[in-house]
């Protein structure tokens, strides 16, 4: 006897059918950053510079500090990435910034990754750090390098590392936090810089 494809009597009992899929509850999306993102991404900050050896900073962050970092990466016409959850909210952040002043680094930035607290251990930042890499070599930056704490910084470390970052360099005992002094560790990864289109007109 043969059956029509919607034929109720081809189902499965209830308990013999395999469990439905659970919903993904970590649910994002990255995007270029926009100043209505910045109360969030300091809030993100702020986490680490008061809980965290993380970043060097002892003192909280201000609302116009990052105004000031916004307006200057916009100007330059450097990447500045937010993963957000469907209500908007900003849950990680990726970004470069010039890796020094003088104009021969130009083709250099350093970059900082940060995600909020329960955010991580999900890839979030390993789908971060590989858009932000993406956009650099969309506006034809040559290298990227990651100053990392070489203390408490382990999954960041193993996060550019997997990534393609070389370790090229450490120094010892140059911060001090928490009562403890603290070394760096620097990072550097080759980019691939999209050429320029040449233009078709005569």
Known sequence: MQFEPGDQRRRLPRHLREPAPEPDSFVYTIR???????????????????????????????HRSWREKFAMLSRLGLPFLVAVTPS???????????????SAFRYTAENSIYLG??????????????????????VRLREIVAVISDSGAEASLHLHRKAGFREVGRMGGVGFKFGRSLGTVYLQKSLTPVPRRRSTRR
């Open 32 to 62: 270029t950053a926009q100043p209505r993102d910045l109360p969030d991404i300091r809030a993100i900050y702020n986490h680490y510079v008061t809980n965290s050896v993380v970043t060097f900073d002892e003192k909280n962050s201000t």
């Open 88 to 102: 908007n909210q900003v849950i990680g952040y990726a970004l470069v910034q010039p890796w020094a002043s003088k």
């Open 117 to 138: 607290p329960g955010a991580g251990g999900k890839g979030l930042g390993t789908a971060l750090l590989d858009a932000l890499i993406t956009a650099c070599e969309q």
